[in-house]
């Protein structure tokens, strides 16, 4: 684990030139307002445009301002990380959105595995956004974020500017999709590479995660949709992607309540929903502030499903009690 660990140091700030270009992107606070922000170093919008609570895992900060992550970036494409507007407008460490404190430590309980990868992706018709978040399950800390948007296989460019502007359109980010977008083998390719810059895979482990778990709400990221992108993409289905954690079942057997959902959850536990629900680096980080709380609160996370290796789509549901 020391070479994992020192993996982990590496900066996601190793960025390639790109063409700089404008996109949208909504300043929202809870299930609040929806105004878009330019991605300019021109635009200059007033605090009330971008100013909301961060949300701590005991509380909220009411001094801190949320901003949205600057998408560009997340794909490795930003070139203006010189330019202080854009960095005052737009967010580029997420780790700073998920804080820890040493009094959210002091509940926490020894786990199974050293790292959680906090996965939800969005697209019904084929997958759009493969948003990943690493959190040390010693130190309940956001290690690093991967981010793709994807191009689907099998769709018309017609079908596809149709499906975009209707999924991303409304929350402004339908041209950074369009700019960034790459095709699901390939993201799975860069994927693999950055799972094992980290340590935490390699063919030499039979594909296997080192001692890291997904963590997902629900089942169907998994079990259901990146088997059949696999199929559309026309490649096997990686054996990392042989188990997973549903956050539902985990969250149930914790809590003794029921939660249909990442809003549901947050709603029960009093965190304040950050970001565009259904975008899918936002829901990733939300869904990263229940993982926190319920580190936290001492809840010890197990792997709640796994696929038959005889039989792909046969899948073991580990939890007696669980959301069905």
């Not at 595995?113 to 906090?118: A, I, M, P, S, Y």
């Not at 799975?188 to 709400?217: P, Q, Y």
């Not at 079990?223 to 992607?241: G, M, S």
């Not at 914790?254 to 965190?271: D, N």
């Amino acid at each position: 684990m020391a070479s994992a660990l020192s993996a982990f140091r590496v900066s996601i700030s190793r960025i390639s030139s790109f063409r700089a270009r404008q996109f949208s992107y909504p300043a929202t606070s809870g299930l609040a307002h929806t105004k878009r922000i330019i991605c300019s170093s021109s635009h200059s919008p007033s605090p009330s445009d971008t100013s909301s609570s961060s949300v701590s895992l005991m509380g909220t900060n009411e001094n801190a301002r949320w901003r949205p992550m600057c998408l560009y970036y997340t794909h490795g494409k930003c070139t203006k990380m010189d330019d202080t507007a854009h960095l005052e407008v737009f967010n580029h460490d997420c780790s700073k959105e998920l804080p820890v404190t040493a009094a959210d430590l002091e509940g926490k309980k020894p786990q199974e595995f050293d790292f959680f990868l906090v996965l939800d992706l969005e697209g019904k018709v084929e997958i759009l956004e493969f948003p990943v978040l690493i959190v040390d399950a010693r130190t309940m800390q956001v290690v690093d974020l991967f981010h793709r948007f994807v191009r689907p296989t099998k769709m018309s460019e017609q079908a596809i500017n149709k499906y975009i502007e209707g999924k991303y359109g409304e929350v402004g980010v339908d041209r950074v999709w369009h700019d960034t977008a790459i095709p699901f083998k390939q993201v799975v390719e860069e994927f693999e590479g950055w799972l094992a810059e980290h340590g935490l895979w390699g063919k030499e482990t039979d594909g296997a995660l080192n001692d890291a778990a997904f963590v997902t709400c629900g089942n169907w990221d998994i079990k259901t949709k990146i088997p059949e992108q696999c199929v559309v993409a026309n490649i096997n289905l990686p054996q990392y992607f042989m188990e997973w954690i549903n956050l539902k079942d985990v969250y149930l057997n914790f809590y003794g309540r029921e939660a249909r959902g990442m809003v549901s959850m947050m709603k029960q536990c009093g965190i304040r929903l950050m970001g565009s629900h259904h975008l899918g680096i936002d829901d990733t980080k939300n869904i990263t502030r229940v993982v926190q709380r319920m580190l936290a609160d001492g809840a010890v996370f197990k792997i709640t499903a796994r696929r038959s290796k005889s039989n792909m789509r046969n899948v073991e549901f580990l939890f007696k009690n669980r959301i069905k």
